[in-house]
Nanobody
């Protein structure tokens, strides 16, 4: 059974930084990992994804401020968030896509950026 656990959220002032981590247990064969976020009253949106081969996609709103990375040996994916803005406030969810094809989601971690 695959479990996905996020950590690293919190409260930070605008311009600050946070680093999110997402660990997948259960020895999954991961093809792609990613971070999504959902602000109150809005739909969940993509933040960044990274494949096992290293292909990375960022949303335009976070490009140049956020960096996604992964440690394949540890089945862990990270999201370094710099120059945070109040509009980055949301619950951040980690997504793991595996073989056989299935998407797993973490429980979410709250990121709050104060102005």
């Amino acid at each position: 059974q695959v479990q996905v656990v996020e950590s690293g959220g919190g409260l930070v002032q605008a311009g600050g930084s946070l680093r999110l981590s997402c660990a997948a247990s259960g020895s999954p064969i991961i093809t792609k990992s990613g971070w999504y976020r959902q602000a109150p009253g809005k739909q969940r949106e993509l933040v960044a994804t990274i494949t096992t081969a290293g292909t990375i996609v960022y949303s335009e709103s976070v490009k140049s401020r956020f960096t996604i990375s992964r440690d394949n040996a540890k089945n862990t994916v990270y999201l370094q968030m710099n120059s945070l803005k109040p509009e980055d406030t949301a619950v951040y969810y980690c997504n793991i896509r595996t073989i056989p094809f299935r998407d797993y989601w973490g429980q979410g971690t709250q990121v709050t950026v104060s102005s």
